[in-house]
């Protein structure tokens, strides 16, 4: 992760506003936390970086819940196995979906980590598109208001500090990625408890 943050540190860096979009489409979170920090250093403004954040965790939703649509269950057996998607997983989340529809994909969103077979099984069972796209932004701002905060926040500690220690911006980027994989870590339990 801390090897993966680096590159897209020095990708945001140099690219700016044109390179987060499609950052924050592919590795959202990690995108988030980085362009945060840069902004709280004044690289970016924080409103465009949130902005950016939401935008991309949309259309990455929008772009699975299309592909279970027009593909179904072939999805899950090609491309959706390379991804974690299985076919016992999309029918466990189909039952969630006839109960609560727009309720599963906020919860998904901002506290499992189940994203990616959720947004895929939406598009299979046919779940209302506008619907998946009005919880999908309730979830997104949630999530993406969080990881700004979080980056916001590690960068504005940096500044703060390099002042009294050199490599203090190493310590803030450790500190970073250890609350990021705790997060993630903890999004992997909660999703083992859903499907439970």
Same mark, same amino acid.
């Given at each position: 992760m801390e090897q993966t943050g680096q590159h897209i540190f020095e990708f945001l860096r140099h690219y700016g506003y044109w390179a987060m979009l499609p950052l924050m489409i592919i590795e959202g979170p990690i995108?988030?936390?980085? #362009? #945060?920090m840069l902004a709280s250093l004044g690289a970016f403004a924080w409103p465009m970086v949130l902005f950016f954040s939401i935008l991309g965790d949309i259309l990455g939703?929008?772009?699975?819940?299309?592909? +279970?649509?027009?593909?179904g269950? +072939?999805?899950?057996? +090609?491309v959706g196995?390379?991804?974690?998607?299985? $076919?016992a997983l999309v029918l466990k989340? $189909?039952?969630y979906f006839e109960k609560?529809?727009?309720?599963?994909?906020? #919860?998904?969103?901002?506290?499992? +980590?189940?994203?990616?077979?959720?947004f895929a099984a939406a598009g299979i069972v046919k779940m209302d598109f506008k619907k998946f796209l009005k919880y999908s932004l309730l979830g997104g701002v949630v999530w993406s208001g969080f990881l700004v #905060?979080?980056?916001?926040?590690?960068?504005f500690l940096w500044? $703060?500090?390099k002042q009294y220690i050199s490599w203090v911006g190493w310590i803030i980027f450790v500190v970073a990625a250890i609350s990021f994989v705790i997060i993630t870590l903890y999004k992997k339990k909660q999703s083992e408890k859903f499907v439970e």
């Amino acid at each position: 992760m801390e090897q993966t943050g680096q590159h897209i540190f020095e990708f945001l860096r140099h690219y700016g506003y044109w390179a987060m979009l499609p950052l924050m489409i592919i590795e959202g979170p990690i995108a988030t936390i980085i #362009a #945060a920090m840069l902004a709280s250093l004044g690289a970016f403004a924080w409103p465009m970086v949130l902005f950016f954040s939401i935008l991309g965790d949309i259309l990455g939703d929008v772009l699975l819940y299309g592909a +279970g649509y027009r593909w179904g269950m +072939g999805f899950v057996h +090609g491309v959706g196995k390379y991804m974690g998607i299985t $076919e016992a997983l999309v029918l466990k989340m $189909e039952k969630y979906f006839e109960k609560h529809g727009g309720k599963t994909i906020f #919860a998904v969103k901002s506290t499992t +980590g189940l994203c990616w077979t959720t947004f895929a099984a939406a598009g299979i069972v046919k779940m209302d598109f506008k619907k998946f796209l009005k919880y999908s932004l309730l979830g997104g701002v949630v999530w993406s208001g969080f990881l700004v #905060a979080m980056g916001y926040f590690y960068g504005f500690l940096w500044k $703060e500090m390099k002042q009294y220690i050199s490599w203090v911006g190493w310590i803030i980027f450790v500190v970073a990625a250890i609350s990021f994989v705790i997060i993630t870590l903890y999004k992997k339990k909660q999703s083992e408890k859903f499907v439970e």
